[in-house]
């Protein structure tokens, strides 16, 4: 999540540079980073809220390879 987040801030502060810049292909860059960035933030913040509810309301649950599958659906 922290590295999603951070991504996304430098994408953000970086944009009025790059539109300044006039060159289309940066702003595209930078658009689906943004827009990647944002989509993996949320996803993120999602599996935190999912941890969160298997750890407080489903005490009990044993997931083979959890860490590996949040990282992929994380990504």
Do not use: P
């Not at 502060?13 to 993996?40: G, W």
Request: hydrophobic fraction near 55%; glycine fraction near 2%.
């Amino acid at each position: 999540m922290f590295v999603s987040l951070c991504l996304l801030n430098a994408a953000f502060l970086s944009n009025e540079s790059v539109a300044n810049t006039q060159d289309n292909t940066a702003c595209v860059f930078i658009a689906l980073v943004l827009h990647y960035s944002m989509l993996a933030s949320f996803t993120w913040f999602f599996i935190q809220a999912l941890h969160m509810y298997l750890w407080l309301i489903r005490q009990n649950v044993t997931i083979t390879n959890y860490m590996r599958k949040i990282t992929v659906l994380g990504w």
